[in-house]
Nanobody, 119 residues
Framework: QVQLVESGGGLVQAGGSLRLSCAAS????????MGWFRQAPGKEREFVAMISWIGTRTNYTDSVKGRFTISKDNAKNTVYLQMNSLKPEDTAVYYCAARRNIKGPYDYWGQGTQVTVSS
């Protein structure tokens, strides 16, 4: 069982930066592949970024490439999402998620943290 708690969201002006954190409980966190998703009002949840359990493989949705960076600190049981050059269209609730199989569905989800980017 893995429990995920996101933090670091808030209100920021366009062009600004935020760093989201996702703290995980459970001794086997280091073996999980992690992802970040977001859901804007009236829209479906969408994939943002993922990182493999050891941190050697990452993937991003096109709209955030070059602006967002996902990282994982297994010693701290934490995954991060560094968001730079934020745009109003990045406004959403951001969720982290964990899965054992890199090609399978995500097994665990956090409760989400709100990110609002003003123009």
């Amino acid at each position: 069982q893995v429990q995920l708690v996101e933090s670091g969201g808030g209100l920021v002006q366009a062009g600004g930066s935020l760093r989201l954190s996702c703290a995980a409980s459970g001794r086997t966190f280091s073996t999980y592949h992690m992802g970040w998703f977001r859901q804007a009002p009236g829209k479906e949840r969408e994939f943002v970024a993922m990182i493999s359990w050891i941190g050697t493989r990452t993937n991003y949705t096109d709209s955030v490439k070059g602006r967002f960076t996902i990282s994982k600190d297994n010693a701290k049981n934490t995954v991060y999402l560094q968001m730079n050059s934020l745009k109003p269209e990045d406004t959403a609730v951001y969720y982290c998620a964990a899965r054992r199989n890199i090609k399978g569905p995500y097994d665990y989800w956090g409760q989400g943290t709100q990110v609002t980017v003003s123009s």
